[in-house]
């Protein structure tokens, strides 16, 4: 008997040892495929680093527990054993066409799936392409925002927010954009609009017993690029 771990590996007891032991397959995955290129996970570094993140996610008090907890675990558990490696795949020497590719773009909602398991890859992609763009030091944003638990842990907008506050709270506030812009491109919240503005301000004049006087009314913001009307 075991417990699971993740999403491809469980801890079993076998003859008094602990070790690492494929997760069986799911079903629509050929079993054949799968069986010609399943090796021990315990000689596989990225699957280590993936399970030791779990275990770290935990001690932080960011819980597994079903739904987008689940897959959120699952992403920040690929994320990290990526970095381990330096590889954005998890699983190459262990489950070979089963292993998962964190540079491989999905996006919500065309690759969104009942699977946590599966959907938890548009998430990791967005954290992946982060790191590639604004290095190591956004492991520790990413560690800052699970012990935030990812704000509501609602949805992976409330956890990008999280993410964002983490940046914030550890002076990377100007990180932001970039950030946005990753995980916009994987469908999760929006880029902000970095369009230029030219900022006119309105004045009305106001006359009162002949004595002029000036108000400042709103401001119209109109985009720097927009045709002449």
């Given at each position: 008997m075991g417990r699971y771990l993740g999403g491809l590996a469980r801890e079993v007891d076998v003859e008094g040892e602990r070790r690492l032991e494929a997760r069986p397959l799911r079903?629509?995955?050929?079993?054949?495929?799968a069986e010609s290129t399943l090796r021990s996970l315990a000689h596989d570094a990225s699957i280590i680093a993936h399970e030791r993140a779990h275990v770290s996610l935990y001690l932080l008090g960011f819980p597994a527990d079903g739904g987008i907890r689940l897959a959120l675990h699952e992403a920040c558990a690929d994320y990290f054993g990526s970095v381990y490696t330096g590889s954005p795949v998890i699983g190459r020497y262990s489950v070979g066409?089963?292993?998962?590719?964190?540079?491989?773009?999905?996006?919500?909602?065309?690759?969104?799936?009942?699977?946590p398991y599966d959907h938890?890859?548009?998430?990791?992609g967005a954290l992946y392409d982060c790191r590639q763009a604004l290095g190591a030091g956004f492991d520790a944003v990413?560690?800052?925002?699970?012990?935030?638990?990812?704000?509501?842990?609602?949805?992976?907008?409330?956890?990008?927010?999280?993410i964002v506050s983490a940046a914030s709270g550890l002076g990377r506030g100007s990180w932001e954009a970039e950030i946005r812009r990753h995980f916009?491109?994987?469908?999760?919240g929006a880029e902000e609009n970095t369009t230029p503005v030219i900022e006119v301000a309105l004045k009305l004049k106001a006359e009162d017993n002949f004595?002029?006087?000036?108000?400042?009314?709103?401001t119209i913001r109109i985009p720097a690029d927009a045709e002449a009307f």
């Open positions: 079903r629509g995955q050929a079993r054949g495929e066409a089963l292993s998962r590719d964190l540079s491989v773009l999905r996006r919500q909602p065309e690759h969104r799936s009942g699977d938890s890859l548009i998430f990791s990413v560690l800052h925002a699970a012990k935030l638990r990812f704000g509501s842990g609602r949805d992976y907008e409330s956890a990008l927010e999280a916009a491109r994987h469908g999760i004595d002029r006087r000036e108000v400042t009314g709103s």
